[in-house]
């Protein structure tokens, strides 16, 4: 979804009725064209304030119940995609990611890729909700 409007409350509409995107329309064209990349590639793009946005919702409602079976699917994760999904879950971006773990953005790719198919979630929002609902992120 590419909108002008980043309230929140459009923001968990959008996800909820099933959005694999969400950025504002003042990204940058080369963010436009990776969000979309991104999307068709069978993942998913949110913006900064997207991302905010559903680390707000998860973190204001009340302390979730852990879902052991999400969280026995991240056992098969290895070390290095645990750490890519709890930096996607914080809202970071493959490049951030890759900066901050000092490997290639293709690489942090490929780790979130593993990651989802492993827990078997579609895209990227999907991946921190159930990040989330594992209790694998505060």
């Known amino acids: 979804m590419l909108t002008t409007f980043d309230q929140d409350d ?3 509409a ?9 950025l504002s329309k003042t990204v ?9 990349n991104e999307v068709v590639g069978g993942g998913g793009a949110l913006s900064a304030a997207a991302t905010a946005a559903l680390i707000g919702h998860m973190t204001d409602s009340p302390p979730p119940v852990i879902d052991q079976e999400l969280l026995r699917r991240f056992d098969a994760l290895t070390p290095r995609e645990r750490d890519v999904v ?7 971006g493959n490049d951030e ?31 921190v909700s ?9």
């Not at 940058?28 to 979309?36: Q, T």
């Not at 709890?86 to 970071?92: I, P, R, T």
């Not at 900066?99 to 991946?127: E, I, N, Y």
């Open 10 to 12: 459009i923001v968990l």
């Open 14 to 22: 959008a996800l909820r009725a099933g959005a694999n995107g969400f």
């Open 28 to 36: 940058s064209p080369a963010e436009l064209v990776a969000g979309i």
């Open 86 to 92: 709890v930096l996607v879950a914080s809202g970071l």
């Open 97 to 127: 990611i890759a900066a901050q773990m000092s490997v290639s953005p293709f690489t942090v790719k490929t780790h979130a890729v593993r990651a989802m198919t492993k827990v078997g979630a579609r895209d990227r929002a999907q991946l």
């Open 130 to 138: 159930f990040t989330f609902r594992a209790g694998l992120y505060p």
